[in-house]
């Protein structure tokens, strides 16, 4: 035997209802029904833990990839500025501001570059693979002075 209950929703709740019942052709009762049992189940904090361990699980794995991305972008561009440093001699001041010139122009060059990769999605970082061996990445590079 069912009991009645008289039962107050907002109009905005009750229109929701309403249209979920006409959708999946069910009483509005059932509708508020299964809702309550599936509230009141002591399964559904269950779920929500799962629900919320994935989504954390997925946001930890993000992380880890920004981190690694990071490394990787500080680590090369290090690399780059001593390897830089190495090999550029220093100019004698008649040479300097036609190297300056010429290095803005390069530099120019090098935003556009990147700006066409950038704009089809390209990435430096997307080449590298993610298993690279641990003792092959600490190894210094033989071309590349120490």
């Known amino acids: 035997m069912r009991s009645r209950m008289n039962v107050y929703f907002p109009p905005e709740m009750l229109k929701q209802i309403a249209d979920l019942a ?3 052709g069910l009483s509005r009762s059932a509708i508020v029904e299964a809702a309550v049992a599936s509230f009141l189940s002591p399964d559904g904090s269950d779920r929500m833990e799962a629900a919320f361990t994935r989504r954390l699980d997925r946001l930890t794995r993000q992380v880890q ?3 690694r ?3 990787i972008s500080a680590e090369t561009l290090a690399l780059f500025i001593r390897f830089w440093l190495t ?3 220093p100019l004698p001041e008649d ?11 390069r530099f ?5 570059t990147l700006g066409r ?8 970082l997307r ?3 993610n298993d690279v061996d641990v003792s092959e990445a600490q190894a210094p590079p033989h071309d590349m002075p120490e």
């Open 22 to 24: 006409y959708r999946k």
């Open 65 to 67: 990839r920004l981190e």
């Open 69 to 71: 991305d990071i490394g």
């Open 87 to 89: 090999i550029t001699p």
């Open 95 to 105: 040479a300097k501001s036609s190297a300056q010139i010429k290095g803005r122009e």
């Open 108 to 112: 120019e060059g090098f935003v556009e």
């Open 117 to 124: 990769r950038l704009q089809k999605g390209q990435s430096f």
């Open 127 to 129: 080449e590298i693979p």
